[in-house]
């Protein structure tokens, strides 16, 4: 049985925003952090960036420039970094993790 469409398009679309992130990042020097659930959506988000160049859950830039995938409820980087949040948050674990995460990041959302 093959997967719904829907799941492609959503790790589609994540994928180009993951790409966008890391040309924003490239070009400006700011720090992009792409919040997703701990679920497979999340796990290949952050498989997709350290293919591509990242160490772990952070590729960083010749300019200063990084993006970062995490689940982690713990908020980290510096405090302007821009927050990109993906994926399904449906608990409320999730939502505190967001609200943490939204009080930290006082960058541009969707930057």
Not at 78 to 92: H, R, Y
Request: charged fraction near 20%; hydrophobic fraction near 35%.
């Amino acid at each position: 049985m093959s997967k719904p469409k829907g799941v492609s398009v959503e790790m589609a679309t994540a994928s180009a925003q993951l790409q966008s992130a890391r040309i924003k990042s490239s070009q400006d020097g700011l720090w992009r952090i792409i919040l997703t659930p701990n679920d497979p959506f999340g796990r290949m988000l952050r498989e997709t960036l350290e293919a591509v160049g990242g160490c772990g859950r952070t590729e960083t830039f010749p300019n200063g420039g990084k993006v970062s995938v995490t689940s982690s409820s713990e908020p980290f980087g510096n405090s302007d970094a821009i927050l990109i949040v993906m994926g399904k948050w449906q608990n409320g674990i999730d939502v505190e993790t967001l609200m943490a995460w939204k009080a930290h990041c006082s960058g541009v959302p969707n930057g």
